[in-house]
């Protein structure tokens, strides 16, 4: 990660519980966070493989990004039969991109009422 003094787990962390309606909780063993359901999961090799996220993403993501970098992304265990998305966070991992990734996720997941009120915060991205 390009900040190596931020916890990857911290920074995660923010970037979910800034979006509207969204808490965290313990899930499998891993911190999660939830918006109606979960959108994001954080793996810290508790289920093996590398620290990374685990997040919904929308159909056809998973095997485009799999494709096209396999050495950052990957079908994660259990959840990638859903097409949930594995970002690997010990690589290097642009903030903006994660950020971009985290609020994906959430958009797959959330009432519209929730993203609606993220578009308005955020100037309607």
């Known amino acids: 990660m390009p900040d190596d003094d931020?916890?990857?787990?911290?920074?995660?962390?923010a970037l979910c519980l800034a979006l509207p309606g969204t808490t965290e909780r313990l899930s499998h063993g891993e911190p999660t966070w939830?918006?109606?359901?979960?959108f994001v999961m954080y793996s810290d090799?508790?289920?093996?493989?590398?620290?990374?996220?685990?997040?919904?993403?929308?159909?056809g993501v998973l095997e485009e990004q799999v494709d096209r970098e396999p050495q950052r992304f990957f079908r994660p265990p259990y959840v990638g039969v859903r097409g949930w998305l594995g970002v690997r966070l010990d690589v290097?991992?642009?903030g903006d991109e994660l950020a971009g990734i985290?609020?994906?996720a959430y958009r797959q997941v959330a009432p519209a009422r929730l993203v609606a009120r993220?578009?308005?915060?955020?100037?309607?991205?």
Do not use: K
């Open 6 to 13: 931020v916890d990857p787990l911290e920074r995660v962390r």
């Open 34 to 38: 939830f918006v109606r359901r979960s």
């Open 45 to 59: 090799h508790h289920h093996g493989g590398p620290r990374a996220i685990w997040c919904a993403a929308a159909p």
């Open 92 to 94: 290097d991992v642009d």
């Open 102 to 104: 985290v609020e994906d």
């Open 118 to 125: 993220l578009d308005g915060a955020s100037g309607a991205s």
